[in-house]
């Protein structure tokens, strides 16, 4: 015989239905949090789902701190239920140690996979995901240099642990498919191969020139999924089998003689001596800039299935990929994580990665419902608006009709927030704001002394 209900499971599925930030009524339809109410399990101040939602909203704030996020908690609780709890983060802060990475990634998936059944556009019948890499960088503790050491050239105690991340995205929504992270001395290349299996036949990868290489393109076409890749430049000119067009031709890519360190001897003599690639170059012309030519490689051999153009425009795309991570990085603060120990690290990693998805659903859905092209929504005004209209549809006083309704113009001001057409902008990474005259930490801390005068600092 189950228990009744006690006074905190009772209120917590209160909370799971409308949390504080208005989260669940926006992103109901798309992420279903874990849930571990009654039984024989004992629910405390924070379950499961009530910290899932915390902890989401924290990363969707601007400022994103667990005091911030507990103050927020503690104003719903005290609103809605004349309740209080202590301002201390400790409860808070252990309860999120206890959310589990395999169970982040799972509800990761569930919103994944609920984009594609939603909004199912393709390129040729075929489904389009990206990859590339970036770095993050995170306290300076001991546990994280442990997992993720800091650079070599960066001297001891003056540095900051450093991951290296290789992910997927949908070019049809901009959602992330895939993550894989390791240290910095891991390259790119090697973790993309851990998400090789999140691939399915009938796939087209599209990558940079860092992910081209013969055995990837041979592995990856055994198993359904072609490529489109910038082709390396450390392949020299191959003979070619067939030229369809100026710019168009079948080459013949012979194997290595050196074998690759992550195959084993036994798999390296299975390989084949060659395989056939087709070679596609594209002229890049934008007005006011010098013309381009880049040489793309890809293993859709089919001229007329797959013209020279459609490779053309499709490559050209590839560019999104850096803007998905700039909205992860520098809008959403991916950039710099903040928490001290390598598992909740994971578990922050995780959680950006389902907020930045749940933010591209609704993009997605105000593109469908208002008919505008998806990429021409603003990421930052979306996150914008969710932050205040998921406010007002915290309120539990009005209908669900009412809701409805918010939600609605909600969709419609994001659909309205486009983003000039501007093809081919090229803006520097420069800086123009000075930073301040502070000297540089070039030893550790507890040895660092300041010099006054320190506008004439001149390191030693």
Known sequence: MQKPAGHFERWARTFAQGTPAGLSRVFAPWVEPPQHFGGRKRTRLFPPSVTFWLFLSQVLDEKGSCREALRRFQAWLLLEHGKTASPNTAAYCKARTKLRPQELKQANQRVVDRMEKAFPWRWHGRRVQVVDGTGLSMPDTPENQAAWPQPKRSKKGCGFPVMRVAALFSLATGAMTGLAHGALAVHERTLYRELWCLLKRGDVLLGDRGFCAFADFYFLSSAGVDCVMRKNGRRKNASVIQRTSKNDRIVEWKRSGVRPKWLTPKTWRNLPESIAVREVQINVQFPGFRSQVILVATTLLDHRAYPASDISDLYLKRWKVELFFRDL??????????????????????MHMIAYNLVRAVMSEAAMAHSVPGDRISFKGTLSTLRQWATALAIQGPSKKHRLALYSWMLAYIARDLLPYRP????????????????LLNKPREQFREIMHRNRYKKP
């Open 329 to 350: 990085k520098t809008t959403m603060g991916m950039d710099i994580l903040r928490c001290q120990t390598p598992p909740m690290v994971e578990n922050e990693l995780w």
């Open 424 to 439: 081919g902008r090229n803006e520097p990474r420069a800086r123009k704001r000075r930073p301040k005259a502070y000297q």
